[in-house]
């Protein structure tokens, strides 16, 4: 009681009681997730599954509190286990150095009260609403790129990602192309982590709302999207594992990068799909493939100009 008194004091003991009881999947150990496990161990969650598949690298350190110089090469799953049980040995940490996909996304999310999406992926924020869509499990996702953030609560009874984000941009931001500051992150990850506990202490005001943030300005905004339609249909991630020989395989990647191979793809680019000349059969589903998603993403939607039939994604990166 004397660890959590200032915490019992602002949301009264049966909130806590209901903190001290929940399990979540947070999806990413990076920026995001680095002030959202200390504040969610802090607050005494029961268990938290920690999903990522990367090492720790000089350029996180800015931003990535949870690690240090000597963690460099290490797994983030075990640093911030071993972090995190300092801090409060009681919350139990279960890693998962995997990488979020539609193969896995269903077994992550078995048993947790909520989701958190800090995978600074586009990919892996649609796998999860759209998993969380169909569980009704509560989702809280956040990016940060540039000066720029936000945090969102979807599904769990509210609409998902797809709702307010249907439609992709021709270019996405990333933190390696656009860059990203610190203290960025750290403000978007403390608003990811006090929607989480609020939504797990029976507060359900996070879910159907987004709130903004620039760091140029210093200023937050936001909207509430309640009764927003989600789309009936749109561009949909599959594993690797369900792509089929009957399948339109088509891997938009340049020659020589990364990811695994696709031998029985052809070859093409996002602008060979602009006319409509090149098409599947209309017997054939359309599977496309690339690193983050975004080409496939872009290659689907001129496809679907032009031609009506299935249309699959893969992201093929980390």
């Known amino acids: 009681m004397n660890r959590f008194s200032r915490q019992i004091a602002v949301i009264g003991a049966e909130a806590h009681a209901r903190i001290q009881q929940s399990s979540v999947l947070v999806v990413g150990a990076g920026g995001l997730a680095s002030p959202v496990l200390q504040y969610l161990v802090g607050a005494g969650l029961a268990k938290i599954r920690l999903v990522d598949a990367d090492i720790v690298s000089s350029s996180n350190l800015h931003r990535q509190t949870l690690f240090r110089g000597d963690d460099i090469g290490a797994q983030k799953v075990d640093v911030a286990q071993r972090t995190m049980a300092a801090l409060n040995p009681e919350t139990i940490i279960e890693t998962v150095f995997q990488r979020l996909d539609p193969a896995n996304v269903a077994d992550l ?28 499990q509560p989702l809280i996702s ?20 797809r709702a307010i984000f249907p439609d992709l941009p021709e270019r996405l931001g990333s933190c390696d ?45 936001g909207f509430r999207f309640d009764a927003a339609p989600d789309p009936e249909h749109g561009h949909r991630f599959i594993p690797i594992a369900d792509v089929g020989a ?73």
């Open 109 to 136: 999310c078995h048993g947790m009260d909520l989701i958190l999406d800090c995978a600074d992926s586009f990919a892996a924020s649609y796998i999860l609403s759209d998993h969380c869509s169909q569980t009704q």
């Open 177 to 221: 192309a656009d860059g990203v500051l610190g203290p960025s992150v750290g403000v978007i990850g403390s608003l990811q982590a006090q929607f989480t506990l609020a939504v797990l202490s029976g507060d359900r005001t996070p879910l159907g709302q987004l709130t903004t943030y620039d760091a140029r300005t210093f200023r937050f905004g």
């Open 246 to 318: 009957d399948d339109f395989l088509v891997d938009l990647r340049a020659v020589g990068e990364s990811g695994p191979p696709l031998p029985d793809a052809r070859r093409a680019s996002v602008a060979d799909f602009e006319t409509g000349d090149l098409r599947p059969p209309n017997h054939q589903r359309a599977v496309f493939a690339c690193r983050s998603g975004l080409r496939a993403w872009q290659a689907a939607d001129r496809l679907s100009q032009h031609w009506q039939g299935d249309i699959r994604l893969l992201a093929l990166g980390p």
């Open 142 to 161: 956040a990016s940060v790129v540039g000066n720029d953030g936000y945090v969102g609560g979807f599904c769990g009874g509210k609409p998902g990602l």
